[in-house]
Each structure stands twice: as structure tokens, then as C-alpha cells.
């Protein structure tokens, strides 16, 4: 059952734990929760605390209802038992766009409802999709945010600023062909190997499959820290991490990559500096150095991500600078969705063809959708951070 801190403190400073025996049936129990009105008024209400712009009642009733709406229209969708790749592809595309809707209509400092909703999804989802015929799937398959529609409006929503959006979105008229496409235009199109190379869970499965390195990357506090200041850096505290006053740098590990050579890690790793190959107790990974200031902890100044179904990572970010894992995915679902519905003959070939090898990889992107997916809306619709565990787990409560 989910636990929320009764500590004091703004939304973001509290935190949900859950507890069950299969973790993501109490995410979705507590997603649920919201598809009542009355409960989703109550969420909104408590983040609204201390906004200097609260809204009214009358808003606030206009935001629960479109929480509940859109919670439902997703929990039909991402929980109605497709067992078929296809429909099941197509059934995560439009439930991760309702929990997208539900992340954007659960903030009370905006406007958003299910009137501005539709406003915005008349310009369309915001993403299009173009396949360049002189190349070979998956090379050939490209995925690009347009100017207007849902998606990019998401992507601020998410904290993209608008220099940054205006340097991923492709502007003026969709895309038709990838011949003579100008170079600047050409250049934000975003394949479908480079959006699966960032997905964490799947760093493993991607590798083996498509014989390219990921662009994620496992990060953890190097043992060479120890060895090259043992005297500030000895004590229990310092498994974690912890950073002595003084000490502007952390050497940090990047889990197994050290088959990779420098460049590719410079080029694509985190940014770190003075790369090393190093090893330690038997034990060989590249490591780098991280500035930062001395009074801050080290995984404070570096942009990083975990869930259920991986370690702590750093994800190289899309275009250089979408890196926020919702908006990753639901780029992903949305190629997916598009090969379903209107590309037979490659879907065909995915399916039961000569390219069934990416059959395997879309079957294991499903399992992350199913786990990873609903937990990402849970923190971004809650604003807390969200703890699922196991009764009798360490995270359990005592």
C-alpha cells in the first residue's frame, strides 16, 4: 500500500513509498486513486500549497476532473491486457500520451485541462516520422519534433527552455523526403537506434541485438578516490559518496564499458575529464573526473537516472539536450506506434521476417514499458519522489 511522509515541506520535499509484493500494482494502485475527482482535487490542492499564484476552486475542480479522465483513458490502455505485439505497441504509445496529459494537467501552476489539452493536440502530437529509402532499417527510420502540437509543448512543460527546444524542433513545413534535405533540418532527425541506444533498461538487450554500443552509461563512485586522497577520504561516510569540504573533483566509474575506447567515451560518455582506464581489485572500468563544488555532493553535479530495471546511469542526452526519460520514451512509442500502424511491410518483417532479431528487442522494450513507464507519471504527476519495494525490504518499513 502506498505511504506518503507526513514530514513538513512542499510536494517535492516529501516522498511516496510503496509497499506491496509486486511493486507496480501498488504504483497503479495509487495512480487509481486519482481517478477519483474528489482525490485528485486533494492532490492538487496540496501541491498548490504555498504557490504565490494558487489557483482557484473552480480551476482546481477543472484539473481534477481532467486527472481523472486522463488516468483512466491510460490505465485502459497500458492495463488492458494486449497480449499481441502489435496492438500492444499501438495500446503503450496512446497510454504513455494520457499519463503525459495527466503529468501536465496534475501541475496547478499551469493551465492545462482537457479543453487546452485538445487545443493543443489539434495541432497534432507534435512529432513526425520519415523513413530515408537509400538506407536499411533500422538506419533508415527517423523520428523528429515538429514545431507546433502536444509534444513539444510537453518538453517545456518538462523543463526544456525554449533556446534549447527551438534547437531540436524542426520548423515550418512536416518533412517529406530525407533526400535534399538541407543540412541544419537533417541534422535534428533523430533515428530509431539512437533513441533505443538511451533507453537504460535496455543497454544489455540493445548490445546484443544490434552488435552498437548504448549511449548510457553506469556511473559510481570510483575506489581510485581512496587511493589518491586516503586521509580526507576515509570513514563509512564516504561509500556513499560523501565529499570533504575542500575537495572540488570525484573520480567517477562507468560500469561495463570498458571494452569502449576513449574516444567513443569522450566523444558520448558523461562529462567528465582525464579519462583512465583503471583497475582495482581485479576490476577494470574507465574513470573520470568530475568538478564540482567542495561543499556539494559529487551525484549533485551530474545529471543522472535509475529505476527498478537499472543500475544509476548517465544518458547521453538527445540532440544534446532532451534528457528527460518520459519525454525519451514516448518518442520511442511514438516510432513504434508509426511502423505499426502504417508500415506493414517492415512491421511484417519485424514481426516474423528477416529482421525478427528487433522482434525480440521491441518484446523487451515492452517489459520496460510495463515497469518503468507508470513510476515515472507516479513522480511527475505526485511531484515526490517515489520509493517501490518489497514487504520485508530493506526500504520496508520497519
Known amino acids: ?4 511522509d507526513s514530514a513538513a515541506g512542499s510536494a517535492s520535499e516529501r516522498g511516496t513509498l510503496i509497499v506491496a509484493d509486486l511493486p507496480i500494482e501498488g504504483i497503479w494502485t495509487q495512480l487509481s486513486l486519482w481517478e477519483s475527482q474528489a482525490l485528485a482535487a486533494k492532490l492538487l490542492r496540496t501541491k498548490a500549497e504555498g504557490l504565490r499564484d494558487a489557483p482557484n476552486d473552480a480551476k482546481i475542480q477543472r484539473k481534477a476532473a481532467s486527472l481523472a479522465y486522463c488516468l483512466r483513458n491510460a490505465r485502459e490502455y497500458l492495463r488492458g491486457g494486449q497480449s499481441a505485439i502489435t496492438s500492444r505497441v499501438v495500446a503503450n504509445y496512446y497510454g504513455c500520451m494520457w499519463l503525459a496529459s495527466a503529468i501536465l494537467v496534475a501541475n496547478p501552476s499551469n493551465d492545462y485541462d482537457l479543453e487546452k489539452l485538445e487545443s493543443v493536440t489539434k495541432s497534432g502530437h507534435g512529432l513526425g516520422n520519415i523513413a530515408d529509402d537509400r538506407q536499411a532499417f533500422p538506419d533508415n527510420e527517423f523520428v523528429y519534433v515538429r514545431e507546433s502540437g502536444f509534444f513539444p509543448e510537453f518538453l517545456k512543460a518538462q523543463g526544456l527552455s525554449r533556446a534549447d527546444l527551438a534547437a531540436v524542433k524542426i520548423a515550418g513545413a512536416p518533412v517529406r523526403e530525407v533526400t535534399g534535405l538541407d ?7 533523430i533515428s530509431i537506434i539512437d533513441i533505443l541506444a538511451r533507453i537504460p533498461e535496455l543497454k544489455g538487450t540493445f548490445e546484443y541485438v544490434t552488435d552498437r554500443p548504448a549511449l548510457s552509461f553506469g556511473v559510481a563512485y570510483a575506489s581510485f578516490n581512496y587511493q589518491e586522497d586516503p586521509e580526507k577520504l576515509e570513514g563509512i561516510a564516504n561509500l556513499f559518496g560523501e565529499v570533504r569540504q575542500g575537495r572540488e573533483h570525484t573520480w567517477v566509474s562507468l560500469t561495463e564499458v ?13 562529462p567528465l575529464t582525464d579519462y583512465q582506464l583503471r583497475t582495482f581489485a581485479g576490476s577494470t572500468a574507465w574513470e573520470g573526473k568530475l568538478a564540482h563544488p567542495a561543499d556539494q555532493l559529487w551525484w549533485s553535479s551530474i545529471k543522472h537516472y535509475k529505476s527498478a530495471m537499472c543500475g544509476t546511469s548517465w544518458v547521453k542526452p538527445l540532440l544534446g539536450h532532451i534528457d528527460d526519460m518520459f519525454s525519451l520514451n ?3 512509442l511514438y516510432e ?7 508500415r506493414p511491410a517492415v512491421w511484417r518483417q519485424i514481426i516474423e521476417g528477416s529482421l525478427d532479431q528487433y522482434r525480440a528487442l521491441i ?8 515497469r518503468v513507464i507508470p513510476e515515472l507519471a507516479l513522480q511527475g504527476i505526485s511531484g515526490q519522489r517515489v520509493t517501490a519495494t518489497t514487504a520485508g525490504s530493506m526500504f520496508a518499513p520497519v
Do not use: C, W
Open 1 to 4: 500500500m502506498p505511504v506518503t
Open 330 to 332: 514516448l518518442m520511442m
Open 258 to 270: 570498458k571494452h569502449l575506447d576513449q574516444r567513443f567515451i569522450e566523444e558520448n560518455g558523461p
Open 183 to 189: 543540412p541544419d533540418r537533417a541534422s535534428r532527425l
Open 336 to 342: 513504434l506506434s508509426i511502423l505499426a500502424r502504417y
Open 363 to 370: 518484446e523487451a522494450y515492452n517489459q520496460v514499458v510495463d
